[in-house]
C-alpha cells in the first residue's frame, strides 16, 4: 500500500514552454502532497507543500508564479514548470502523506527535466 | 528551526562488516525521525521511523535505528552489510509539535559496499 506515482518519468522540453508533472497517490487519500527538487549529490529542497483545495505553501526563493502547484483532489497534485529555462533542469520528485499512514512521507519515482 | 545533519558525504564498509550512517538533528520539540534510502534515478524509500516508544528501532531490509535523545541522534545501522545496501541514504525530522506536516532532510550519506 502508500503507492505514489509520477508522471512523466523523464521529459526533454526547449526552453520557453511549460512542462507538466503529474503526481498520484495510488491507493490513499493524500491530504498533502509535497514538491521536492534535487540537483545531482544532493539532498532534496522542498518546494512548496499542498493541501487539498487550497493554496500551495511555497518555501522561501521558490517562485510560485514559475512553479505552479494544483492540488484540486484527494489522489493528484500537479506541478508546472512556466517558461522552462535551463537552469530549471533538474530531477523533481512528489510525495504524499495522510495522517492515517503515520506520519511518514510517501514518495514517487521522481521526473528527470531536461531543458533544452 | 528544525534541521538535520548528516557529517559524512560517504562511507566504505566491506561486505560482511557492520555499517553506521550517521544523523543528529535538531528541533524546537519532540522529533518524529525517519530514514530513507535512494537507487540511481529513483524517488525515495522508506526505511524506518521513530516515533515513539523504544528507542530501537528496526526496519526494511535488516536496518535498524537507535534514538538517543541526549546526543540528538538517531544513527542507521545494519549489522552486515550487503553490496546491494549501495546507495544514498537520508535522515530526515519532523517536530511532532508543529502543526505542518513537512520533513527536513540531512543532506545524504552514499554508502558504498565493496565485495
Known amino acids: 500500500g502508500a503507492v505514489v506515482s509520477q508522471h512523466p518519468s523523464w521529459v526533454i522540453c526547449k526552453s520557453g514552454t511549460s512542462v507538466k508533472i503529474e503526481c498520484r497517490s495510488l491507493d490513499f487519500q493524500a491530504t498533502t502532497m509535497f514538491w521536492y527538487r534535487q540537483f545531482p549529490k544532493q539532498s532534496l529542497m522542498l518546494m512548496a507543500t499542498s493541501n487539498e483545495g487550497s493554496k500551495a505553501t511555497y518555501e522561501q526563493g521558490v517562485e510560485k508564479d514559475k512553479f505552479l502547484i494544483n492540488h484540486a483532489s484527494l489522489t493528484l497534485s500537479t506541478l508546472t514548470v512556466t517558461s522552462a529555462h535551463p537552469e530549471d533542469s533538474s530531477f523533481y520528485i512528489c510525495?504524499?502523506?495522510?495522517?492515517?499512514?503515520?506520519?511518514?512521507?510517501?514518495f514517487g519515482p521522481g521526473t528527470r527535466l531536461t531543458v533544452t | 528551526a528544525q534541521s538535520v545533519a548528516q557529517p559524512e558525504d560517504q562511507v566504505n564498509v566491506a561486505e560482511g562488516n557492520p555499517l553506521t550512517v550517521k544523523c543528529t538533528y535538531s528541533?524546537?520539540?519532540?522529533?518524529?525521525l525517519f530514514w530513507y534510502v535512494q537507487y540511481p534515478n529513483r524517488g525515495l524509500q522508506f526505511l524506518l521511523k521513530y516515533i515513539t516508544g523504544d528507542n530501537l528501532v528496526k526496519g526494511s531490509y535488516g536496518f535498524e535505528a537507535e534514538f538517543n535523545k541526549s546526543q540528538t541522534s538517531f544513527h542507521l545501522k545494519k549489522p552486515s552489510a550487503l553490496v546491494s545496501d549501495s546507495a544514498l541514504y537520508f535522515c530526515a525530522v519532523r517536530d511532532k509539535g508543529s502543526s505542518a506536516s513537512k520533513i527536513i532532510f540531512g543532506s545524504g550519506t552514499r554508502l558504498s559496499i565493496r565485495p
Open positions: 528541533v524546537s520539540g519532540n522529533p518524529y
Open positions: 510525495s504524499a502523506s495522510e495522517p492515517g499512514l503515520g506520519h511518514e512521507q510517501y
